[in-house]
Nanobody, 115 residues
Framework: QVHLVESGGGLVQTGGSLELSCLAS????????MGWYRQAPGKEREWFADVSSAGAKIFLDSAEGRFTISRDSARNTVYLQMNNLKPEDTAVYYCYAEVFLTQYWGQGTQVTVSS
């Protein structure tokens, strides 16, 4: 059994920063990729960050230059540094870990950016 737990969410003002962490525990295999999705109120979940052997990538244009994804494979942890946060970044942020086309998910952490 693999468990993913996110932490680091919260309430922050516009322009502030947060760092999210996601720790994978249990019978963890060697994950081929780890990353993040988010789901804003009334919107579909969107995939926006991934780190794998192909590198660390942010897929969201609006997050370019503001978000950074990194990974500590030895600790089975993926991080998301978010700077210059905007109200439109308000969402539940979910991490995932992938191996052999199987994805494991965390429960999500709420990020709220006040204007």
């Amino acid at each position: 059994q693999v468990h993913l737990v996110e932490s680091g969410g919260g309430l922050v003002q516009t322009g502030g920063s947060l760092e999210l962490s996601c720790l994978a525990s249990g019978k963890t295999p060697s994950f081929s990729a780890m990353g993040w999705y988010r789901q804003a109120p009334g919107k579909e979940r969107e995939w926006f960050a991934d780190v794998s052997s192909a590198g660390a990538k942010i897929f969201l244009d609006s997050a370019e230059g503001r978000f950074t994804i990194s990974r500590d494979s030895a600790r089975n942890t993926v991080y998301l540094q978010m700077n210059n946060l905007k109200p439109e970044d308000t969402a539940v942020y979910y991490c995932y870990a992938e191996v052999f086309l199987t994805q494991y998910w965390g429960q999500g952490t709420q990020v709220t950016v006040s204007s």
